[in-house]
């Protein structure tokens, strides 16, 4: 298990972010896409959230936007995991809940959803991404988030995408980033066996072998891409044109 110490400030200590050996390497990698595909478990998405705090405190300065398919969800999740981090490193910080942001010592933390894709054009000063569960995104809501995040800044950019292997979800991001090589991207792939709570690890476990069905359990446990049962496509549905949802013609 792998410890790295962030900067701290004359009234804030200095941290140490506590992440397993298999992501360490991660917190000093600099590619424009750091994508973390794996089991459930696996300790993903509390690594990305360590490595944001772990650049906010090291570097300053920052403005991550932190992203989930609907901005419901966001509150639910990750927004929860940063403020248990920050609480539990003992950082002081201010939670704007209207528009649900948490800042301390110059630093931001945007926590949205993608249900309207065109605000995110207009949010400025971005330093950095954070797109959770990303299978639950199109390749054209990714294409939009990338577009939207292209000004210079004083630090490397970039977007961090973590979710499970399952194909049928997103096929676009199979294709892109393990069917082909992406110079821009850095793939890292983890189990249950990457988590460096040894309690979490061990329940996760036990759940995740007790899954009865082989294809499931390849993709939770295992983190391979697989085709789920029952699933074939992703497709987004929309209306047919000139008619409204509820079946009337406009």
Known sequence: MGTAMATGTESQPRPKIIVSDSFEPLLYDKHRYLVLCGGRGSGKSEFAARKIFFRCQAEGGHRFLILRKVRKTAKESVLEVLRRLLTEQGIEFEYNKTDRIISWDGNELLFDGLDEPEK???????????????????????????????????????????????EALAPWLKKRFFDQVDPDARVHESTVDDNPIDEMRDEYRKRLEAIGDETTREIYLLGKWALAKGQIYSWDVVSEPGIRTDGERV
């Open 120 to 166: 995110i054009k207009s949010i400025k000063g971005l330093t950095g991404v954070w797109i959770e569960e990303t299978t639950e995104f199109t390749e054209d809501d990714f294409l939009q988030v990338d577009l939207a995040f292209r000004e210079p800044g004083p630090h490397y950019k970039q977007i961090i995408l973590s979710f499970n292997p399952e």
